[in-house]
DNA sequence: ATGCATCGCGCG
DNA sequence: AAAGCGCGCGATGCAT
């Protein structure tokens, strides 16, 4: 397979950029128009080409791409514009900015010019910034020529690049990135414009029944907290107060989850409680400006799923491009409207696959906790047994509440989360708990699960000795490798989780560890270690199993743990099977993790579950 | 005007 | 000894 390294120079102005909107929008805008081209084969001299966008599509389709793999820096871009205004899908897709992401961590800087210089590949030239404003015709002939130089020595450093990344570049990753950068460039799923209308249309008379009831004219008297705490104060409310975790200053406790706040919806005076109901009704505007975008994009085509590849520090997808499809509603108010939105296209059917519990699953097979691994494999309720330990009743007696706690337990506690955030975790869900029994149930956890205990104060220990550039390995055997020299725990896919810069110091409570992050210092311990781990291998996993998906379905989607495919109505049944047999293997390194799964099949994304 | 920190909230 | 965690977007509020 020849590899073909290209970068498109694009017309952009002042308001007719890159900055100003989202990568969908500006390629597909009317107004977008290719400057020139550079496109090398191989290691072969590169070649620049500019002229009509007909003409560049004929020189365009010169070239092998179905043979090839096409490489680019960001090439979301690059392979976008050669799909859609080119009609080119080459038969794999690189790009040098996610490998550099990964490699080298979320928080290094992953531009051209700043992974140039770290590989010591050259430098990037700066001739671009007289473009803006410029069509191709008024380039003269000499400025289209300096032009091309610098994107020719674009295409050369993003080429070099890649071969000296490459080299320590698992394969399995680079599938996933071609399939991540796929789903945006050769997009599939359709979007119906009359249900995001109707939609649009709902929100907003919520929200004005909302105001209405409680007599606010302008809205920016709820928005500010500043204007609102005036209006509490007026109907002779004493606005409720908290402290700031990020400044330790008082601050208006204003949320949803705000205890005194959510009294106040139960206020003696109805104008309290329709005030601070149109507050926590209306202050978002999240699901207006995301349906108008949705709205937008069906009015140009296809959705182009934007999904940005190791966008976590554990190695998780993030969203990207202004829309991100991994927080979608699916509970609440606005539940599943905008995903029922989301259609397969003619002919075509979508199947939606979650992995089961499968952190919850990691965290006991990297333990060791043998019992729960157990429990797990042979499909035990593990929240009831849990329940049964917790009460000390057979597993048959358990009732619902029981079981609630049991699965608030199994999935809170197994990070090192004590006893005060475990009550007001409960709390949130409606369920009162003293204190004095949070405590009980949290030590109850810890020694039942003596091996999770114990795989926290290992990662702790870990740490300590990072810290100090020695290395101590914790877990499973042969599951994680600990690379002090980088500050970095190597994940199953061979890819790093970075502590950058960490170190430790004493403060009053005993030897505290932190590192780097763009923010500042960011604490880190055992049980946070442990999840971080937890979480990048369920990525590991989930990963390959969506390679696997992928060889004979589309992947148009992936949502942490879960993974959303597009398939010919024809094959539903078959197809449905398939998938999910991916999702119940396991790759060679997890051997004994028990996974499961559970999937949906509907025409629309929100009719799957 | 623009950038940054913070908060709030959606998902996992 | 104890400590749940990971994102992205949009808004406000403040600094430049």
Same mark, same amino acid.
């Given at each position: 397979?020849?590899?073909?390294t290209?970068?498109?120079e694009?017309?952009?102005?002042?308001?007719?950029s890159?900055?100003?909107?989202?990568t969908?929008e500006y390629?597909r805008d009317?107004?977008?128009?290719?400057v020139?081209?550079?496109?090398?084969?191989n290691?072969?001299?590169?070649?620049?080409?500019?002229?009509?966008?007909?003409?560049?599509?004929?020189?365009?389709?010169g070239?092998?791409?179905?043979?090839?793999?096409?490489?680019a820096h960001?090439?979301?871009?690059?392979g976008?514009?050669?799909?859609?205004h080119f009609?080119?899908?080459?038969?794999?897709?690189?790009?040098t900015?996610?490998?550099a992401?990964a490699?080298?961590?979320?928080?290094a800087s992953?531009?051209?010019?700043?992974v140039?210089?770290?590989y010591?590949?050259g430098?990037k030239?700066?001739?671009v910034?007289?473009?803006m404003?410029?069509?191709?015709l008024?380039?003269?002939d000499?400025?289209?020529?300096?032009?091309?130089?610098?994107?020719?020595?674009?295409v050369?450093l993003t080429f070099?690049l890649?071969t000296?990344?490459?080299?320590?570049?698992?394969k399995?990753?680079?599938? !996933?990135i071609d399939?991540? !950068?796929?789903?945006?460039?050769?997009?599939?799923l359709v979007?119906?414009a009359?249900r995001l209308?109707?939609? !649009?249309a709902?929100?907003?008379e919520?929200?004005?029944?909302?105001?209405?009831?409680a007599?606010?004219?302008?809205?920016?008297?709820?928005?500010s907290?500043?204007?609102?705490?005036?209006m509490?104060?007026?109907?002779?409310?004493?606005?409720p107060?908290?402290?700031s975790?990020?400044?330790g200053k008082?601050a208006f406790?204003?949320?949803?989850?705000?205890?005194?706040?959510?009294a106040?919806l139960?206020?003696?005076?109805?104008?309290v409680?329709?005030?601070?109901?149109?507050?926590?009704?209306?202050?978002?505007?999240?699901?207006?400006? &995301?349906?108008?975008?949705f709205?937008?994009i069906?009015?140009?085509?296809?959705?182009?799923?934007p999904?940005r590849?190791?966008?976590?520090?554990t190695?998780?997808?993030?969203g990207?491009d202004?829309?991100?499809?991994q927080?979608?509603p699916s509970?609440g108010?606005n539940?599943k409207?905008?995903?029922?939105?989301?259609?397969?296209?003619?002919g075509?059917?979508?199947?939606?696959?979650d992995?089961?519990?499968?952190e919850?699953?990691?965290?006991?097979?990297?333990?060791?906790q043998?019992?729960?691994?157990?429990?797990?494999?042979? &499909?035990?309720? $593990?929240y009831k047994?849990?329940?049964?330990t917790i009460?000390?009743?057979?597993v048959d007696?358990?009732?619902?509440?029981?079981?609630?706690v049991?699965?608030?337990?199994?999935?809170?506690?197994?990070y090192?989360m004590g006893?005060?955030k475990?009550?007001?975790?409960?709390?949130?869900?409606?369920f009162?708990?003293?204190l004095?029994?949070?405590?009980?149930?949290?030590?109850?956890?810890?020694?039942?699960?003596?091996?999770?205990?114990?795989?926290? &104060?290992?990662?702790?220990n870990m740490?300590?000795y990072m810290?100090?550039?020695?290395?101590?390995?914790?877990?499973?055997?042969?599951?994680?490798q600990v690379?002090?020299?980088n500050?970095?725990i190597?994940?199953?896919?061979?890819?790093?989780?970075?502590?950058?810069g960490?170190?430790?110091?004493?403060?009053?409570?005993?030897?505290?560890?932190?590192?780097? $992050?763009?923010?500042g210092?960011?604490?880190?311990?055992?049980?946070?270690?442990?999840?971080n781990v937890?979480?990048?291998?369920?990525?590991?996993?989930?990963?390959?199993?969506?390679?696997?998906?992928?060889?004979?379905?589309?992947?148009?989607l992936?949502?942490?743990? *879960?993974?959303?495919c597009?398939?010919?109505d024809?094959?539903?049944?078959?197809a &449905?099977?398939?998938?999910?047999d991916c999702m119940?293997?396991t790759p060679?390194?997890?051997?004994?993790?028990?996974?499961d799964c559970? *999937?949906?099949v509907?025409?629309?994304?929100?009719?799957?579950?």
């Open positions: 397979m020849d590899l073909i290209a970068d498109f694009t017309y952009y102005s002042k308001d007719y890159l900055s100003k909107m989202t969908e390629i009317p107004q977008f128009e290719v020139g081209v550079s496109v090398k084969v290691n072969g001299a590169p070649e620049w080409a500019s002229g009509t966008m007909g003409q560049i599509k004929k020189y365009l389709q070239f092998n791409w179905s043979g090839s793999m096409m490489l960001n090439t979301r871009f690059d976008a514009i050669m799909s859609w009609g080119i899908q080459p038969k794999a897709l690189a790009d900015m996610h490998m992401r490699l080298h961590g979320v928080e992953a531009s051209l010019k700043a140039a210089e770290r010591g590949v430098v030239g700066t001739e910034v007289r473009a404003g410029k069509r191709r008024d380039f003269t000499e400025e289209l020529s300096t032009y091309g130089d610098y994107c020719i020595n674009d050369n070099k890649f000296k990344m490459v080299k320590k570049f698992p399995k990753e680079l599938k !996933l399939a991540t !950068l796929r789903m945006f460039t050769d997009p599939i979007l119906d009359g209308h109707a939609h !649009l709902a929100v907003k919520r929200k004005e029944m909302l105001l209405t009831e007599g606010i004219g302008d809205k920016k008297d709820l928005m907290n500043g204007k609102f705490a005036l509490l104060n007026m109907l002779g409310v004493t606005p107060m908290k402290i975790p990020a400044t008082e406790a204003f949320a949803k989850n705000d205890e005194a706040f959510k106040l139960e206020h003696d005076d109805d104008r409680q329709s005030l601070v109901a149109a507050r926590l009704g209306t202050k978002s505007t999240l699901e207006e400006t &995301r349906t108008q975008r709205i937008d069906a009015s140009r085509g296809a959705l182009p799923v999904v590849y190791y966008a976590a520090h190695g998780r997808w993030g990207d202004k829309i991100n499809l927080n979608l509970r108010p539940a409207s905008l995903k029922k939105a989301i259609l397969a296209p003619e075509h059917t979508i199947i939606e696959a992995s089961a519990q499968i919850a699953r990691v965290l006991a097979w990297l333990a060791g043998e019992d729960l691994v157990s429990a797990f494999t042979n &499909r035990e309720d $593990v047994k849990m329940a049964s009460y000390g009743v057979p007696e358990v009732t619902k509440d029981q079981r609630f049991g699965k608030t337990t199994i999935l809170g506690a197994g090192g006893a005060v475990f009550q007001a975790q409960l709390q949130g869900f409606g009162e708990m003293p004095d029994e949070a405590r009980r149930v949290i030590n109850i956890y810890r020694e039942a699960n003596w091996n999770i205990s114990q795989l926290w &104060r290992g990662a702790q740490l300590r810290a100090q550039g020695d290395r101590l390995d914790f877990g499973r055997v042969g599951v994680l690379d002090p020299s500050k970095a190597i994940l199953p896919s061979g890819l790093p989780m970075f502590y950058h960490l170190f430790a110091v004493e403060e009053e409570k005993g030897p505290q560890c932190y590192y780097k $992050v763009r923010r210092d960011n604490k880190i311990y055992g049980g946070k270690v442990v999840e937890c979480q990048g291998i369920a990525r590991c996993i989930i990963g390959e199993q969506m390679i696997l998906i992928g060889k004979r379905y589309r992947v148009v992936t949502v942490h743990d *879960s993974i959303v597009c398939v010919p024809a094959e539903v049944a078959e &449905r099977q398939y998938v999910e119940r293997w060679e390194w997890a051997a004994g993790l028990p996974v559970e *999937s949906g509907a025409k629309s994304y929100g009719e799957c579950g």
